[in-house]
């Protein structure tokens, strides 16, 4: 396989598993390019590469600088900003679980605490107090998890996964 189409399939690939990380195609697009690319790009370079339009491109930038996957860098002599992805992946993978935490889980945690102490003597109510502590035990020892996750070093994650896998 060629470079170029190589290059092509692992951008459309990232775009699309961008969704199940809670980002657009797009995005994912833009830190795929980035995080191949051996030079910081600007602006101009994304959107002709990836033949999308500046306000697009501005958009997700920043958006990927939230998320701490993309930083931006000046050049001495150039007035356009530069990109450049972040490309320890234990620290990729760490920004995008603490992201995904804070976005979804955090706020579902708070909603679950405020439901947990419903009134009623109803069989309903009972399963329905029932089922909400469950899900909010669950939810409670998988940000335990994710926050252990991302405070673990690359060499403890590594090393528990072969253990999952033997």
Same mark, same amino acid.
């Given at each position: 396989?060629? @470079?170029?189409? %190589?290059?092509?399939? @692992?951008?459309?690939?990232?775009g699309?598993?961008?969704?199940?990380?809670?980002i657009?195609?797009? =995005?994912?697009? *833009?830190?795929?390019?980035?995080? *191949?690319?051996?030079?910081?790009l600007? %602006? +101009?370079?994304?959107?002709?590469?990836?033949?999308i339009s500046?306000?697009?491109?501005?958009m997700?930038?920043?958006?990927? =600088?939230?998320?701490?996957?993309?930083? #931006?860098?000046?050049?001495?002599?150039?007035?356009?900003? @530069? &990109?450049?992805?972040?490309?320890?992946? =234990?620290?990729? !993978?760490?920004?995008?679980? /603490?992201?995904?935490?804070?976005?979804?889980? +955090?706020?579902?945690l708070? *909603?679950?605490?405020?439901?947990?102490? !419903? +009134?009623?003597?109803?069989?309903?109510?009972? +399963? $329905? /107090?029932?089922?909400?502590?469950?899900v909010?035990? &669950?939810?409670?020892? %998988?940000?335990? /998890?994710?926050?252990?996750? /991302?405070?673990?070093?690359?060499?403890?994650?590594?090393?528990?996964? $072969?253990?999952? *896998? #033997?």
């Amino acid at each position: 396989m060629e @470079f170029a189409e %190589a290059k092509d399939k @692992f951008i459309q690939a990232w775009g699309t598993l961008g969704s199940s990380w809670g980002i657009n195609r797009t =995005m994912a697009q *833009i830190h795929a390019l980035l995080l *191949i690319s051996p030079v910081e790009l600007n %602006a +101009e370079d994304i959107m002709s590469e990836l033949k999308i339009s500046r306000g697009n491109a501005n958009m997700n930038l920043r958006a990927l =600088m939230d998320w701490g996957l993309v930083h #931006k860098e000046m050049k001495t002599g150039e007035r356009k900003e @530069f &990109f450049v992805a972040e490309k320890n992946m =234990m620290t990729v !993978v760490r920004n995008i679980v /603490t992201q995904r935490k804070k976005r979804e889980l +955090e706020p579902m945690l708070d *909603i679950l605490s405020g439901l947990t102490n !419903v +009134e009623g003597n109803s069989p309903e109510a009972a +399963e $329905f /107090t029932k089922v909400i502590r469950d899900v909010q035990l &669950f939810s409670q020892k %998988a940000d335990a /998890t994710l926050e252990n996750l /991302t405070k673990a070093d690359a060499n403890w994650l590594i090393s528990s996964l $072969f253990k999952v *896998i #033997k």
